[in-house]
């Protein structure tokens, strides 16, 4: 990609956080003091055992730099807008997605720049090998993330009739965005991208797998809901794509860092339609209160 296709790919992200922030109020934050444990179960799974288990997926598997890379970037990210449109056609806990998603990408402003930095020492050979300048990633991550979800927050708090009433429409073109991102990345790297696709499918689809079913049997294992089971389970498992997509070609210059994600980007929805059809899986509570929960 060049330089014009990063500036667009950036705008992009930042029109997609923006319009998760037109979601997002003060009390999505809060939940974290109100409801401890199915926040502090959700946040363990996305912040430490997603890049545990995409390292383990790159090492047992043997990939190439590139690929292994990629997965370690995908990994990094948190959930995005996806991950909470996907919650709600699956009936999950939507505050609790929303809120995961919420803390989850501040809290990646400081860890992403540290695990791609891992990434790139442990996986890339001497003639890939770059050094990622954690300040300027974090600057980057702020503008393209932090800074729109704030702005969108702002309006939704002082303009909240205009909010609600752009938060669809905004929603709409986040997925159509997301989309276009994707094959804008596979028109991209088409001379490699078919090469890619044979050793990058099996690890995106271990990981989106893998990673979901790991955050629901932690929230069984918890004795959470089952709203809150599906949350977890789709944050942990449906990451945000375009951010990773947008890193790989701005943060790192290398569109090929994005292959992964974006073919991720396309077999996460298969995986995430069989959630939406099974939502009454066995061992988990369907009758345990946000209040009771709360008490615990």
Known sequence: MNSTSGIILAISLIIIMFGMGLSLTLS???????????????LICQMLLLPMIGYFIAISLSLSPTTAIGIMLLAACPGGPTSNMLTYLAKGDLALSVSLT????????LTIPFIVQFAMEEFSNESMAISVDAITMIKQL???????????????NKFEAFANKMEKPVKIASAIIFVLVIIGVTISVKDVFMSYLSEAGLPAILLNVSTMTIGFLMAVLFKLTRPQAISISIETGIQNGTLAITLATIALNNPEYSIVPAIYG???????????????????????????????
């Open 28 to 42: 999505d934050f809060k939940r974290v003091v109100t409801y401890p444990k199915a926040m502090i179960i959700g």
């Open 142 to 156: 702020l503008v393209i993330v932090i800074i729109p979800v704030g702005i969108g927050m702002l309006i939704k």
């Open 102 to 109: 919420a803390v989850s990408s501040i809290i990646s402003i």
């Open 266 to 296: 396309l077999l996460m929805f298969i995986t995430a339609t069989v959630i939406i059809f099974i939502r009454k899986p066995l061992g988990v509570k369907d009758e345990l209160s946000l209040e009771k929960d709360a008490a615990n």
